[in-house]
């Protein structure tokens, strides 16, 4: 209910009745905060749903939606029955198991709404490659950027994975490498108090300068200018750690996954 804004990764959302966002591990979150704005949110551990179906793992993909008709009354529907079904159950295993199955539903539903996973690239041999990359920067981009070494892991030529880039991206494997690296890096600088030499020394840059000009080519500032700018620091859940629920109303704990409401100043 009302009407705000929600950031995720540092790109701001426009929020009213209806807006679904979807917030993954690792992303930087700046929580609107206007008032009269209203909202549930939603988080859970990333191996609460192992072998359900929904591809929890999955390092990208849509983060917004504008909801309307069936699909709006369908998703409000499985979240209000979790928020319901937590109230009136006791926790143990019997309320998770059906706590996790209703989150499966929930999930699957966004996987079938459209743009709910990465558009297809040209081809199916295309889609396979850039997925396969995705996946291996998520495990390599703290050690290269190198899209020689992607190739190599992967089986396949430069130009193939540049080809896949390309078809689902608009951009080269080295860019799509380096917006990863540089995406890490302001999560890191807007959620963290670490200097900018060890952010850097994390991504695999072991000279201040050499990281401070990496950032300066793919973000268009300095690092200490983009922390700067930034002000009030953003949430992030970060690999190992919970995600943030906002300050404000407490937590409706179902174990895993968690709930709130969220409303005025902490959405």
């Known amino acids: 209910m009302g009407h705000g804004t929600h950031e995720v990764d540092f790109q701001t959302y426009q929020c009213r009745p209806g807006t679904l966002i979807r917030a993954r591990p690792g992303q930087a979150v700046r929580y609107g905060g206007q008032p009269g704005l209203d909202a549930v949110l939603l988080a859970w551990d990333a191996d609460l749903l192992t072998g359900l179906g929904p591809d929890v793992d999955e390092p990208a993909g849509r983060t917004h939606w504008q909801l309307a008709g069936e699909d709006e009354d369908a998703v409000i529907s499985e979240v209000s029955q979790l928020v319901v079904d937590r109230q009136r159950h006791v926790d143990g295993g019997r309320t998770a198991d059906l706590l996790r199955h209703q989150l499966a539903v929930l999930l699957l539903r966004l996987d079938l709404l459209p743009g709910g996973r990465y558009e297809p690239p040209a081809s199916y041999a295309e889609s396979v490659t850039f997925h396969r990359l995705r996946r291996e920067l998520e495990r390599t981009y703290r050690r290269t950027r190198r899209a020689e070494d992607y190739a190599e892991r992967l089986g396949c030529s ?45 991504l695999g840059f072991p000279e201040p300068t050499n990281f401070g000009r990496f950032f300066q080519r793919q973000v268009g500032r300095t690092p200490g200018a983009f922390r700067a700018d930034r002000g009030r620091p953003a949430a992030a859940h970060l690999p190992g750690q919970r995600p943030p629920t906002p300050a404000g109303p407490p937590a409706v704990g179902i174990g895993r996954p968690t709930l709130a409401r969220a409303s005025d100043q902490d959405v």
């Open 158 to 202: 430069v130009r193939t994975l540049t080809r896949a880039c390309l078809a689902a991206t608009g951009r080269s494997a080295k860019q799509v490498i380096d917006d990863r690296v540089a995406l890490q890096a302001m999560r890191l600088l807007a959620a963290t108090d670490r200097s900018v030499a060890e952010i850097g020394r994390q």
